[in-house]
C-alpha cells in the first residue's frame, strides 16, 4: 500500500517569514495530493490540493508543488501569520487517502 | 462546515464493553469514511463504504466492524472495548472517487477514552 512521509514533525518561524513543509509518497499510482489544516480540537480542513498531471498550485499565501518522478510534494506557506499556526497534514490517493503523520507549525510574533 | 455530525462527541466507556460510533451527513454523499487520530500517527483509515451496504477495510480495521444501512448514516462498532481504541475518531465523506475525485470533508470528531 501506500506510503507517505511528512517532514518536519514541528516548525517554528518568525511571524512574516515563509514555511515549507514535505512529503514523499511510494505508489507512483497515486494521483492526487491534498494537503488539510487542523486547528487544536477541530476538524481537518482542506486548504490546498493538487492532481498528478498539475506541477504547481497556487492559493494567495499559500502554494503546492509536485515532482512526479522523485514522488515528493511540498507546502509553501508565505508571509506567515499567527492564524497559520496549526497541524497541517498532507495525503496522496490511490483509490484511498493515506496521510501523512502531520507538521505542527507554529508562528513566533 | 459540510453536514456531518458525528454522536457522540465524547464518551468514555470501559474495557470490554461495546460502543458504537455514529456519523451523520446531509449531503447525500456516495463515499463515507472512519479514522481515528493519534499522537504521532497522523490520520489512519479504519473502514470505508462506497454505498449503501457496501463497505471495505481500511489501514487498522481490527477490532472494529461498520454499517451503513442508508445513504446518510454511517455507524462504527467497536465490539469489545480495549483501551488501545482511545483516539479521537472522524468521520469523512466524498463525493466520488478516480477522476472526478472530490475533498473529503471531515466531521468534528468524537473523543473516545477507554478505561
Known amino acids: 500500500g501506500e506510503n507517505v512521509e511528512q517532514h518536519p514533525s514541528t516548525l517554528s518561524v518568525q511571524e512574516g517569514d515563509s514555511a515549507v513543509i514535505k512529503c514523499t509518497y511510494s505508489?507512483?499510482?497515486?494521483?492526487?495530493f491534498p494537503w488539510y489544516k487542523q486547528e487544536l480540537g477541530k476538524r481537518p480542513q482542506l486548504i490546498i490540493d493538487i492532481r498528478s498531471n498539475v506541477g504547481e498550485k497556487k492559493d494567495q499565501r499559500i502554494a503546492v508543488t509536485l515532482n512526479k518522478t522523485a514522488k515528493h510534494f511540498s507546502l509553501h506557506i508565505t508571509e506567515t501569520q499567527p492564524e497559520d499556526s496549526a497541524v497541517y497534514f498532507c495525503a496522496a490517493l490511490n483509490e484511498k487517502l493515506t496521510f501523512g503523520t502531520g507538521t505542527r507549525l507554529t508562528i513566533i510574533p | 462546515d459540510a453536514g456531518i455530525t458525528q454522536s457522540p462527541r465524547h464518551k468514555v466507556t470501559e474495557t470490554g464493553t461495546p460502543v458504537t460510533l455514529r456519523c451523520h451527513q446531509t449531503e447525500n454523499h456516495r463515499y463515507m469514511y472512519w479514522y481515528r487520530q493519534d499522537p504521532g500517527h497522523g490520520l489512519r483509515l479504519i473502514h470505508y463504504?462506497?454505498?449503501?451496504?457496501?463497505?471495505d477495510k481500511g489501514e487498522v480495521s481490527d477490532g472494529y466492524s461498520v454499517s451503513r444501512s442508508k445513504t446518510e448514516d454511517f455507524l462504527l462498532t467497536l465490539e469489545s472495548a480495549t483501551s488501545s481504541q482511545t483516539s479521537v475518531y472522524f468521520c469523512?465523506?466524498?463525493?466520488?472517487?478516480?477522476?472526478?475525485?472530490?475533498?473529503?470533508?471531515f466531521g468534528p470528531g468524537t473523543r473516545l477514552t477507554v478505561l
Open positions: 469523512a465523506i466524498s463525493e466520488g472517487t478516480g477522476l472526478s475525485y472530490n475533498e473529503q470533508f
Open positions: 505508489d507512483s499510482a497515486s494521483n492526487y
Open positions: 463504504s462506497y454505498g449503501v451496504k457496501d463497505t
